[in-house]
């Protein structure tokens, strides 16, 4: 039987590893110029929590709130409130993020979701923009434009315990408790950073107040007012005002601008946390947990048992007391602050809910961090082994620079030309007997290459349609009078069939496997592989014709094309995106592609699109040998950014392209083109601003006729769509079965009733 401390070691561990703490606020302002909206989460027994808001003046109701929907924490701005919701399994826990955006008069309702993902542990809002803490606590920030180009760079490798946003700027609080702030001409802000070791942070307009270990206040920026004597457990700051929740009685002081104060029938009132927003604050009743506010003369009263924290599954500080019943799963924690003076010493003996650690316990909470770190790292272990032998296999497009250019010298290790040659024929014969054997080769048909030369006219150029991953690609013409394109490999190239032959005695299996792969996939949305040739050290595949060209050329060369419709082009996306998922979600083993652009989606003579160039997948190396056949491997302008500079692919760096491709055929644009100035532009740099800001018709194809009242819906759809599969962090896209279910419900709005295209399962960067 296990003993009480490895129960106790494991019951820390699984906290530790799949809850982590969370340090979300369960109420919200937002404030217009003529209009507040207060926003909390109330819960009765044994029910989920709702959300429920309250505006002065009385006015509008927030659409779309789901009843069945358990929210975890709330932001808000001008003119717009979020709703995060969590759900939890045995191996992981994910967030959405919702939020709904409105004008002053509370119409023109938008309900979007920007975030689905890896658990946010805390959700801050400035009155502009939101940002949160995800994965090993790295900032995210949502609807703030420059974020990605000028912040998310330099943030990139930090871990923030918590952050504070302010209006175009961000601080954020180290694990070690030092503070870095990021943001543009706010020099007051940055300028002036303290040093020293904090515990907490908040953020105004233009100024921003820390606590430092001792629980003392400072405070730096624009801020007015002077600051007050006394040691703080919590701070919250608006537009030229702040408040603070004291230490030592949980009550609350307040300065700022026109001598603002705490009125005075609240100054005996204990308060469990605070937030604001502009003038407005708000805070929650240590007694009996309602919701309390201030700053505008004209607020209603406000909420009675609002949630007075998020549900959790592990509390280390203890329960919050009077809490009991709030959450169905879980409990509301008590914060791990300690009430009264902070305490003299760490060797102080626990009491019962004092929220004092004894060493004890410090050392066991320590373990079992260490042991969750050891075991997570084990299971990656385990997890790379697997999918290394059995995972997804790659789709190898050659070097990020050109395809089949040769590597860098000095890392060669490729056999010399000659050497190949010598070595290929008993390498391909041994490959196609074992083929036989198999009793696969059934499913692909062995072309002679004397057929294949007769075929092409000796792969003469005029034949010659183009050149892809594989090599260069022929249109054939076959002895039946079938049409077919005609993959010829260069073998002296670093393709990916030349680095599979490179180890012929370790990878005889792999093109055999293959082969027998791509003779199974049967989408109507692929290109289907007929068959293959090899003979006289040439391998040749052949694949089905399509004779309506590539989406490339409809979208840049042709003058003429079908595709001028809106409805047309949201149609090939379709199908487009039902390939791909096809690839990533029932081939076995899954196939990333890789190269996913508009000239590698062709067109039939029915006008379906079909996605082409997922041929022979690169094996991933040997754990002694280099990653540099994996390196970068894709078309400028479509590559996913996050796989470029961290090597790690997944399916979403196939999401990425077809995000590029979306926007190329919502704007015309190719990947990568050149402005009114003649100076290269990216597509994505170009044209998700636009899209974010509600925009959309600003960049939009000329050429295409200007939506109609039901397409324009569909279109700005489709938008969002496209800005979230190029989101700069893999694990905020959609998957390509999300992205097919957003495409249907497009295409469907543009030829029926756009009333069909509900927003609340769409996702944004809003």
């Not at 096809?582 to 039939?604: F, G, T």
Request: aromatic share 8%.
């Amino acid at each position: 039987m296990a003993s009480p401390l490895f129960n106790f070691l494991f019951l820390i561990f699984l906290s530790s590893s799949l809850s982590p703490a969370l340090s979300l606020s369960t109420f919200a302002v937002s404030q217009t110029s003529n209009q507040t909206l207060i926003c909390a989460l109330n819960s009765v027994q044994n029910r989920l929590p709702f959300l429920n808001c309250s505006t002065s003046p009385p006015g509008f109701q927030i659409p779309g709130v789901n009843s069945t929907v358990s929210y975890s924490g709330l932001a808000a701005g001008n003119g717009f409130l979020c709703a995060l919701t969590t759900s939890s399994s045995s191996s992981s826990s994910t967030s959405s993020l919702f939020c709904w955006r409105f004008s002053q008069n509370g119409t023109n309702m938008n309900y979007k979701r920007i975030y689905r993902g890896p658990i946010l542990t805390q959700l801050i809002s400035s009155n502009s923009q939101i940002c949160g803490l995800g994965i090993r606590n790295r900032l995210q920030c949502w609807q703030w434009r420059d974020f990605n180009s000028t912040i998310s760079p330099l943030t990139q490798n930090l871990n923030f315990s918590s952050i504070a946003v302010g209006e175009g700027f961000v601080c954020g609080l180290s694990e070690s408790g030092e503070i870095s702030c990021y943001g543009n001409n706010i020099s007051s802000i940055i300028d002036n950073i303290p040093t020293g070791k904090f515990r907490k942070i908040a953020a105004g307009f233009r100024h921003v107040c820390a606590l430092t270990d001792e629980f003392d206040l400072n405070c730096w920026g624009d801020m007015v007012g002077v600051k007050p004597e006394g040691k703080f457990k919590s701070i919250a700051l608006g537009e030229n005002r702040s408040c603070g929740l004291l230490l030592n009685n949980e009550t609350i002081v307040c300065w700022g601008e026109n001598s603002f104060r705490l009125p005075e029938n609240l100054k005996d009132t204990f308060f469990l946390s605070i937030e604001a927003k502009r003038n407005v604050f708000c805070g929650v009743d240590i007694l009996n947990f309602s919701l309390i506010c201030w700053g505008n003369n004209n607020l209603n009263p406000m909420f009675q048992k609002v949630m007075p924290g998020p549900c959790q599954n592990a509390c280390p500080c203890g329960i919050l007391p009077g809490s009991g019943g709030f959450c169905s799963q879980g409990n509301v924690c008590s914060d791990c602050t300690p009430s009264g003076p902070p305490p003299p010493s760490s060797h102080s003996s626990p009491s019962s809910g004092s929220g004092k650690w004894s060493d004890k316990m410090i050392a066991l909470v320590v373990v079992g961090c260490v042991g969750s770190s050891w075991f997570l790292a084990a299971i990656g272990f385990f997890l790379f082994k697997f999918c290394k032998f059995r995972g997804c296999r790659v789709h190898d497009s050659g070097r990020l620079d050109e395809t089949g250019a040769p590597p860098e010298e000095g890392i060669r290790d490729e056999p010399q030309p000659e050497r190949t040659e010598e070595l290929a024929a008993p390498v391909l014969e041994k490959r196609l007997s074992q083929l036989a054997s198999m009793g696969n080769a059934g499913h692909l048909e062995e072309f002679s290459l004397q057929v294949l030369i007769q075929a092409t006219n000796n792969f003469s150029d005029d034949n010659k349609l183009g050149k892809g991953s594989f090599g260069s690609v022929y249109l054939g013409i076959l002895e039946d009078g079938r049409e077919v394109a005609i993959k010829r490999a260069e073998t002296s190239s670093t393709s990916s069939y030349a680095v599979i032959t490179r180890r012929q005695e370790d990878k005889d299996n792999a093109f055999i496997n293959e082969l027998e792969s791509l003779s199974r996939l049967n989408h109507k949305n692929l290109v289907r592989l007929l068959g293959f040739c090899e003979e006289c050290n040439e391998l040749v595949l052949v694949y089905e014709y399509l004779s309506n060209r590539t989406l490339h050329d409809h979208l840049h060369k042709l003058q003429n094309s079908p595709l001028m419709s809106w409805a047309a082009r949201i149609k090939v996306a379709l199908d487009a995106a039902r390939g791909i998922a096809y690839l990533h979600e029932y081939a076995v083993p899954p196939i990333i592609h890789r190269d996913i652009k508009s000239s590698n989606i062709l067109l039939d003579e029915s006008w379906t699109a079909k996605v082409s160039d997922f041929g022979l997948s690169q094996m991933g190396p040997e754990d002694e040998e280099s990653h540099l056949s994996l390196f970068a491997a894709g078309t400028v302008g479509y590559m996913d950014p996050e796989y470029y500079r961290l090597q790690q692919l997944t399916t979403k760096s196939d999401v990425y392209s077809f995000g590029v491709v979306l926007l190329e055929m919502l704007s015309g644009c190719k990947a990568i083109h050149t402005n009114e100035n003649g100076v290269p532009r990216n597509v994505v740099d170009f044209v998700v601003p636009y899209i974010i800001q509600d925009e959309i018709h600003r960049v939009l194809d000329s050429r295409v006729s200007p939506p109609t009242p039901f397409e324009i819906e569909a279109v700005v759809y489709v938008g969002y769509l496209a800005t979230d599969c190029v989101s700069l962090e893999g694990r905020n896209r959609p998957s390509m079965l999300e992205v097919v279910n957003s495409l249907e419900r497009a295409l469907s709005a543009c030829l029926v009733d756009p009333t069909s295209l509900s927003p609340s399962t769409t996702g944004s960067s809003a």
